[in-house]
């Protein structure tokens, strides 16, 4: 079946470090893969998408490429800020469209000054 | 455009009692999707309507349950609450996926509480 493998958290990094949050997937076909947050208190955002290999999805300073190779999709940010703080999310859609997500169990993210 | 919109906010319960929670998707949007969110857990998806019909289903049991109305507004409802249905209740709607770009957005969730 469809799954999401995220690297445990929590993670605590100094402002202006890089970041690297591991996502690896297992799933027929080809997937679309999204990163999403989660501030405190607020529901998901979408951060990043790709659609296909070797798409590179990138906002507000953070990038994820799709690496079908080594079923992949790492987040990434070369300096990271106080605000940055959160949860972040992996997912996968199967192709086809109509059926659900499926999630990691995401990656807490702390940023101190 | 405004966003998805989930209310209440927060709900207080007892065990025994049942729950009505409400989500008002994207103007346009026609899929929501429902999902609970725990500490334990992770995000786990409970359902997805789609033009007033359940399309998809998670491994929740009979007590939760959905529904759609025809302007996509969708109610879900937990009846007999147990204090392990403690949870963030998050709502997301989305347009009819296309080749998989199934992307969601999501509502500020119902924090519910049953003690």
């Known amino acids: 079946g469809n799954s999401v493998t995220q690297m445990e958290g929590p993670v605590t990094l100094s402002e202006e470090a890089f970041l690297t949050i591991n996502c690896t997937y297992t799933a027929t076909g080809y997937p679309s893969l999204f990163w999403y947050v989660q501030y405190p208190g607020e529901g998901l955002q979408l951060l990043l998408k790709a659609t296909k290999a070797d798409d590179k999805g990138s906002n507000k300073g953070f990038e994820a490429t799709y690496r079908k190779e080594t079923t992949s999709f790492h987040l990434e940010k070369g300096s990271v800020q106080v605000s940055d703080s959160a949860v972040y999310f992996c997912?996968?859609?199967?192709?086809?469209?109509?059926?659900?997500?499926?999630f990691g169990k995401g990656t807490r993210l702390s940023v101190i000054a | 455009k405004a966003g998805v919109t989930q209310t209440p906010r927060y709900l207080i319960k007892t065990r025994g009692q049942q729950v009505t929670l409400s989500c008002s998707p994207i103007s346009g949007h026609r899929s929501v999707s429902w999902y609970q969110q725990t500490p334990g857990q992770g995000l786990q998806f409970l359902f997805e309507y789609f033009s007033e019909t359940q399309r998809n289903k998670g491994n929740f049991p009979g007590r939760f349950s959905g529904r759609q109305f025809s302007n996509s507004r969708s109610e879900m409802n937990v009846s007999t609450l147990e204090l392990g249905d403690s949870a963030l209740y998050l709502c997301?709607?989305?347009?009819?996926?296309?080749?998989?770009?199934?992307?969601?957005?999501f509502g500020p969730g119902t924090r519910l509480t049953v003690l």
């Open positions: 997301a709607s989305s347009l009819p996926g296309t080749g998989g770009n199934n992307e969601q957005f």
């Open positions: 997912a996968l859609s199967p192709p086809g469209g109509n059926t659900p997500l499926v």
